[in-house]
């Protein structure tokens, strides 16, 4: 089935540690996303990849890290500079040809992380 | 400014009855896409609806449809003979085309919950 996958569902860090949350798709959709949820609120853009090897910061890209070298592949990784990681992550991703009728985002389930 | 308001955080409905939920945004582009999407307590996020700048008429999803008043900037869900399943999250996005049409901007969200 195509879809979006993120591992681990759940994960669990020490203060100070990087941790690196994973997101496949094999819908062969050229942008990536990375969001952060926190408690009751909505979805904050951390980076976002339009094609391989291109990335963009979001609106609170401060503390995070991002690769693009496969078109499936999108890890994320929270650094230590990260001040306070513990939040739900959600990796969604859609085609790139743009302004079409729809090419809405498609989700995966998300990573919730939370740093000790 | 704030580009997806949601002033609604939680609303009650009665099943079986109508509700709409409000969505204001803020863009000085002429071709955009307005979005909604229903996040379930596991999380995940489920595309509903999907309203183009363009579009003439309203755009419907067998129970929901988009209750777009452009003039206005308002794009309001309307889930009609509500179903307990319909318990959940809702956000309201917008993808703006002239300038990155691969950004999605999201709103707060409201918490809907259907009473038996």
């Known amino acids: 089935d195509g879809g979006i996958t993120q591992s681990p569902k759940y994960l669990f860090r020490k203060e100070g540690q990087n941790v690196t949350l994973s997101c496949e798709q094999n819908?062969?959709?050229?942008?990536m996303y990375w969001y952060r949820q926190d408690p009751g609120q909505g979805l904050r853009l951390i980076y976002y990849?339009?094609?391989?090897?291109?990335?963009q910061k979001g609106d609170i890209a401060e503390g995070y890290s991002v690769s693009r070298e496969k078109k499936e592949s999108f890890p994320l990784t929270v650094t230590s500079a990260q001040k306070n990681p513990t939040a739900f992550y959600l990796c969604?991703?859609?085609?790139?040809?743009?302004?079409?009728?729809?090419?809405?985002?498609?989700f995966g389930p998300g990573t919730r992380l939370t740093v000790l | 400014a704030q580009k997806i308001t949601q002033t609604q955080p939680g609303m009650f409905v009665q099943e079986k009855e109508a509700v709409t939920l409000d969505c204001t945004y803020d863009?000085?582009?002429?071709?955009?896409?307005l979005f909604w999407y229903k996040q379930p307590s596991s999380g995940e996020m489920i595309f509903l609806i999907y309203?183009?700048?363009?579009?003439?008429q309203n755009a419907t999803e067998g129970r929901y449809s988009l209750n777009f008043q452009k003039a206005r900037k308002s794009a309001n869900l309307v889930i009609s003979a509500s179903q307990l399943g319909d318990s959940a999250m809702y956000f309201c996005?917008?993808?703006?085309?002239?300038?990155?049409?691969?950004?999605?901007?999201f709103g707060s969200g409201t918490k809907l919950n259907v009473k038996p």
């Open positions: 969604a991703s859609r085609m790139r040809t743009g302004a079409s009728r729809h090419n809405e985002q498609f």
């Open positions: 819908l062969n959709h050229d942008a």
């Open positions: 990849s339009q094609i391989v090897n291109d990335f």
């Open positions: 863009t000085s582009d002429q071709s955009y896409g």
């Open positions: 309203q183009g700048s363009y579009d003439e």
């Open positions: 996005a917008m993808r703006e085309d002239l300038y990155n049409f691969n950004k999605f901007y």
